[in-house]
T-cell receptor, first 114, second 117 residues
Framework: GAGVSQSPSNKVTEKGKDVELRCDPI?????LYWYRQRLGQGLEFLIY????????KSGLPSDRFSAERTGESVSTLTIQRTQQEDSAVYLC????????????FGPGTRLTVT | AQKITQTQPGMFVQEKEAVTLDCTYD???????LFWYKQPSSGEMIFLIY??????QNATEGRYSLNFQKARKSANLVISASQLGDSAMYFC??????????????FGKGTSLLVTP
């Protein structure tokens, strides 16, 4: 497909377990963004990649969160020792990197920590 | 500080009527862009319309138009001839100049629009 894909679409995990969320951006998009959307809220920016470089990780909520990207392709967001407050939809978006172009969002991963 | 404010948690409109969804923003960056996204109950984020801070004319995309009042820092979305399929959450978002966060978007809390027959 031509759009941004994310997997898994749903993930239920027990508190304390680690989870890995995957994002496949649109081919050729150099910029990739991760956002979190808590229930009934707007989106909260987490981290940005330009190519495989993440210039700033200060948007990540805690040191339990990490992310990486392989080249200008797949990105993974890893949450270690999950907590209940991590329950949210995690959305990935990609763009060409130019300021006037929209970010194309994936369908998200709904994470539930029990 | 909240950069994007959407003051209407919920709105109702009758089919075929026009509706305005409010959005105000706060930035000191002279170069910024404003976006509106639609999020149906399925959860996907659908891009609707974009307005750059230097654009002289209000953006339009089909039934969507953006009422950009720069001095008032408002970027209201106008949907003309509402359809039942327009029922969704609507988010206003802003990107500022290039930073270490790229062109990360700041989102408002959204407005839930319900279109009634």
């Amino acid at each position: 497909g031509a759009g941004v894909s994310q997997s898994p679409s749903n993930k239920v995990t027990e508190k304390g377990k680690d989870v890995e969320l995957r994002c496949d951006p649109i081919s050729g998009h150099t910029a990739l963004y991760w956002y979190r959307q808590r229930l009934g809220q707007g989106l909260e920016f987490l981290i940005y990649f330009q190519g495989n470089s993440a210039p700033d990780k200060s948007g990540l909520p805690s040191d339990r969160f990490s992310a990486e990207r392989t080249g200008e392709s797949v990105s993974t967001l890893t949450i270690q020792r999950t907590q209940q407050e991590d329950s949210a939809v995690y959305l990935c978006a990609s763009s060409s990197g130019a300021p006037g172009y929209e970010q194309y969002f994936g369908p998200g991963t709904r994470l539930t920590v029990t | 500080a909240q950069k994007i404010t959407q003051t209407q948690p919920g709105m109702f409109v009758q089919e075929k009527e026009a509706v305005t969804l409010d959005c105000t923003y706060d930035t000191s960056d002279p170069s910024y862009g404003l976006f509106w996204y639609k999020q149906p109950s399925s959860g996907e984020m659908i891009f609707l319309i974009y307005q750059g801070s230097y654009d002289q004319q209000n953006a339009t995309e089909g039934r969507y138009s953006l009422n950009f009042q720069k001095a008032r820092k408002s970027a209201n979305l106008v949907i003309s001839a509402s359809q039942l399929g327009d029922s969704a959450m609507y988010f206003c978002a802003m990107r500022e100049g290039l930073t270490v966060s790229g062109y990360a978007l700041n989102f408002g809390k959204g407005t839930s629009l319900l279109v009634t027959p």
